[in-house]
């Protein structure tokens, strides 16, 4: 299994952005994707799940603010990601079971 996260960019404060992770080698519908972030002050953290089932959840940090979708078809799971704040800025990763990553994609919340 491999993973492309993609995505990021730079959104305004209050703004939205949508990552997207991209699993190939795998069937997406048996594969639960969690999403972390790198910040500049904060090492990396785990910010949400994306299960098979439709059981998702987040960190209190994000909670309310952050969504994730799947698309088994497409083999993708997006972070739809709403009142983006400048603490949002970092590096966003998606991962897999088995230690397995994507690259990260960077997020910059401008003030």
């Known amino acids: 299994v491999q993973l492309q996260a993609s995505g990021g960019g730079l959104v305004q404060t209050g703004g939205s952005a949508r990552l997207a992770c991209k699993v190939s080698g795998g069937n997406l519908s048996t594969i639960p994707i969690y999403w972390f972030r790198q910040t500049p002050v904060q090492s990396r953290e785990w910010i949400a799940r994306s299960a098979t089932t439709d059981r998702s959840a987040f960190a209190d940090s994000v909670k309310d603010r952050f969504t994730v979708s799947r698309d088994n078809a497409e083999n993708s799971v997006y972070l739809h990601m709403n009142r983006l704040k400048p603490e949002d800025t970092g590096v966003y990763y998606c991962?897999?079971?088995?230690?397995?990553w994507g690259q990260g994609t960077l997020v910059t919340v401008s003030s």
């Open positions: 991962k897999a079971a088995d230690n397995i």
